[in-house]
DNA sequence: CGGTTCCTTGAGAGAACTCAACGTCGGTGG
DNA sequence: CCACCGACGTTGAGTTCTCTCAAGGAACCG
């Protein structure tokens, strides 16, 4: 991965016509609203793994990031030179969250696999703050959600829980609907095992072990549930999953 | 502990004599947004270990809580009735951040020694979020800030590193500007172990070694910081600290 | 084709856990 | 006043889970 951050063209985003659908953090607002998040997008970019950084841990937070399509992960590099994942963004998902009380990254963010971002300058949402309670609500929410998340990651879990929570999580956000559906996982088990503070070695061996069982079918980064019962209750106390069940929480 | 939230007393708490000062997160708004945000506390309880939770994981999130004075731990229980903790709050931390996009609590609160929180109802911050854009910053702010912490924190380090960051983070927490000076930690071994994800003895067994290293000393609660810079360096790759250096980020 | 990256499986090592015991402290009640 | 009890803190010995090191096979790409 190169150390540098790559350059922003200039390509007007359409809220409208974006992949992302649904999975938008804007999807449910009234149109005028969404109109006005439209316009705070500026651009969006297309990224590419190994071809360099969306941004780098200590760069002024100058935006905030929207992921259109594939999967973007954030990350920090200790001393040794070591990669440690802190999140796989999907969709929909917002990048630079834990940025918000900072004027800089605490982390970096690159491409795990072909993906597109859209880019909102944060000055320009520090501005619609002012007008747009609902898109700040928004904002809070997703913050919110996300903190109890990484709270419900941290906790000392076996890897076989780890590994189940994250199999279920991946799928209620990757494919919602598609219960039961072959699912293709964007990273690689590396990857996951960073995430998971796994060695990739102990992922290969608990999917494995998963797959004898008869819980998960695994060919390579497809995937599919087969007894979801049983991987449910390995994941149940990791609690990771139906973060989004209830949405407007906050709303009176 | 008890199964049943404690009964809220009727004290309606004056901001300006509040004994968080200047660690309350209204501290630094003007006097107007304060006296607002003042208008909103409702009430303040006192709250003592094993005398019953603030409130139990699935409870409806009703209020937000912040705390006065104490500390106050966050924690779920598992099928096995097996305690994780999740966080420690300090006077002028904020109680269910974490449940701002959900309608439930994901966690339950008690108090670590004799404490105080005052009490918003959440109907009425919502309210209030369409009027004052700076409060909601501040929100959002510290919803910000303790997802970094807990990103932090969730990543596979030694036990060493841990104690290390844990140390530190309360030393910056509980007494900012008396660096060296000793310390009294709220909290039980078997908590800190609990909320690092290491067993009691691992706990000890490395403040002892931290002792005779010539890093940290320590009777029983009390503890001082020896050698900063050792200490520091063990908790680096951690990169808990420091979360709270440059405030008004979202401010434009 | 080579070369690289990823996935998988095996064997040994090490960090932290569990189990167990003991000392200390503070409260309680005889 | 003191014996008792429970909670907490500390230390030791053995176990276990995951990691590290090593190697082979599969997929992809120039």
Redesign the pocket.
């Given at each position: 991965m190169g150390a540098h951050s790559v350059p922003f063209d200039r390509c007007k985003p359409n809220c409208s016509m974006c992949p992302a659908g649904s999975r938008c953090f804007t999807s449910g607002l009234p149109d005028q609203e969404i109109s006005l998040w439209n316009d705070l997008v500026q651009t969006h970019v297309p990224l590419f793994p190994g071809h360099g950084a969306l941004f780098n841990a200590g760069d002024e937070a100058e935006n905030l990031y929207l992921v259109r399509a594939g999967c973007v992960k954030t990350y920090t590099i200790d001393e040794e030179g070591n990669e440690r994942i802190r999140g796989f963004h999907l969709p929909g998902d917002l990048i630079g969250l834990d940025a918000l009380s900072r004027r800089h990254h605490p982390c970096a963010a690159g491409a795990v696999e072909a993906s597109q971002v859209c880019v909102i300058p944060r000055a320009r949402v520090a501005a619609e703050l002012q007008r747009s309670p609902a898109l700040m609500q928004r904002l809070l929410e997703r913050t919110s959600r996300e903190l109890s998340a990484a709270l419900s990651l941290s906790g000392?879990f076996?890897?076989?829980q780890r590994v189940a929570a994250f199999v279920l999580s991946m799928q209620e956000r990757l494919a919602p609907s598609a219960s039961g559906q072959k699912l293709r996982l964007p990273m690689?088990?590396?990857d996951i095992?960073n995430y998971l503070?796994?060695?990739?070695?102990?992922v290969?061996?608990v999917?494995?072990r998963l797959e004898q069982q008869g819980v998960l079918e695994?060919?390579?980064?497809a995937l599919a549930i087969r007894d979801r019962r049983r991987l449910a209750g390995l994941a149940e106390p990791v609690g990771l999953s139906g973060s989004g069940a209830d949405y407007f929480a906050l709303a009176a």
């Amino acid at each position: 991965m190169g150390a540098h951050s790559v350059p922003f063209d200039r390509c007007k985003p359409n809220c409208s016509m974006c992949p992302a659908g649904s999975r938008c953090f804007t999807s449910g607002l009234p149109d005028q609203e969404i109109s006005l998040w439209n316009d705070l997008v500026q651009t969006h970019v297309p990224l590419f793994p190994g071809h360099g950084a969306l941004f780098n841990a200590g760069d002024e937070a100058e935006n905030l990031y929207l992921v259109r399509a594939g999967c973007v992960k954030t990350y920090t590099i200790d001393e040794e030179g070591n990669e440690r994942i802190r999140g796989f963004h999907l969709p929909g998902d917002l990048i630079g969250l834990d940025a918000l009380s900072r004027r800089h990254h605490p982390c970096a963010a690159g491409a795990v696999e072909a993906s597109q971002v859209c880019v909102i300058p944060r000055a320009r949402v520090a501005a619609e703050l002012q007008r747009s309670p609902a898109l700040m609500q928004r904002l809070l929410e997703r913050t919110s959600r996300e903190l109890s998340a990484a709270l419900s990651l941290s906790g000392d879990f076996t890897a076989d829980q780890r590994v189940a929570a994250f199999v279920l999580s991946m799928q209620e956000r990757l494919a919602p609907s598609a219960s039961g559906q072959k699912l293709r996982l964007p990273m690689t088990r590396r990857d996951i095992g960073n995430y998971l503070r796994l060695a990739t070695e102990t992922v290969c061996r608990v999917i494995t072990r998963l797959e004898q069982q008869g819980v998960l079918e695994s060919r390579d980064r497809a995937l599919a549930i087969r007894d979801r019962r049983r991987l449910a209750g390995l994941a149940e106390p990791v609690g990771l999953s139906g973060s989004g069940a209830d949405y407007f929480a906050l709303a009176a």
